[in-house]
């Protein structure tokens, strides 16, 4: 199996821009998926296949890759994006990231 | 309008069995461009993703379950269905279904059920 590695947390001031990365040896060669996940809540698909963002979800939010490492990136951060975030990808098993806090401050 | 609800026991006991039941509606089992998969979230902890099945009734699960996971479907209800046997506290959890997309190189999981809060106790 392989392994996603997030930062525990990160913290910026509501209109700033906030990078969340997702590292991971065989990221070259897959996809990653997104989710915010509010307390209390389940998860909320952010971004999948790296930067392809679902219908609903504001442009605020947007992915990119670069090498074995990909971003979730949050421009404008609003008190509302404060949530754990978990990259995901799949090679017939999937695995999960450890989760990213993000504190607006 | 597309949903899935999880269903089953909120307390169990040690060594027992869980079964949980995943009741989708707004979509198709037998759809060729989706799946269901079951994921669990210890309190506190990552998202663990357990089973997948697909519409072809390919099932796929977490290696390091040890053979403890089976999941099924019942098309004509609807179901998805996910049995743990030999639980431990360890296994206490919060427990979703989720409906995949994509192929297996790059699924993904766009809608999510509410939950439910399994706890393994005597």
């Known amino acids: 199996s392989y392994e996603l590695t997030q930062p525990l947390s990160v913290s910026v001031s509501p209109g700033e821009t906030a990078r969340i990365t997702c590292s991971g040896e065989?990221?070259?060669?897959?996809?990653v998926s997104w989710y915010q996940q509010k307390p209390g809540q389940a998860p909320v698909l952010l971004m999948y296949?790296?930067?392809e963002r679902p219908s609903g979800i504001p442009e605020r939010f947007s992915g990119s890759s670069s090498g074995t490492t990909l971003t979730l990136t949050i421009s404008g951060v609003q008190a509302e994006d404060e949530a754990d975030y978990y990259c995901?990808?799949?090679?017939?098993?999937?695995?999960f990231g450890g989760g990213t806090k993000l504190t607006v401050l | 309008q597309v949903t899935l609800r999880e269903s089953g026991p909120v307390l169990v006991n040690p060594t027992e069995t869980l079964t949980l039941t995943c009741t989708v509606s707004?979509?198709?089992?037998?759809?060729?461009?989706?799946?269901v998969a079951w994921i669990r979230q210890s309190p506190g902890k990552a998202l663990e993703w357990l089973a997948h099945?697909?519409?072809?009734?390919?099932?796929t699960y977490i290696t390091s379950l040890n053979n403890r996971l089976t999941i099924s479907k019942d098309t004509s209800k609807s179901h998805v269905v996910l049995t743990l046997t030999t639980l431990d506290p360890v296994d206490t959890a919060t427990y979703y279904c989720?409906?995949?997309?994509?192929?297996?190189?790059?699924?993904?999981?766009?809608?999510w059920g509410r939950g439910t809060l399994v706890t393994v106790s005597s």
């Open positions: 989720a409906r995949t997309l994509g192929y297996p190189q790059d699924w993904y999981f766009d809608l």
């Open positions: 707004g979509f198709a089992l037998s759809d060729p461009r989706m799946g």
């Open positions: 099945i697909s519409s072809n009734d390919e099932k």
């Open positions: 065989t990221l070259t060669s897959k996809y």
């Open positions: 296949k790296d930067r």
């Open positions: 995901q990808s799949a090679d017939i098993t999937v695995v």
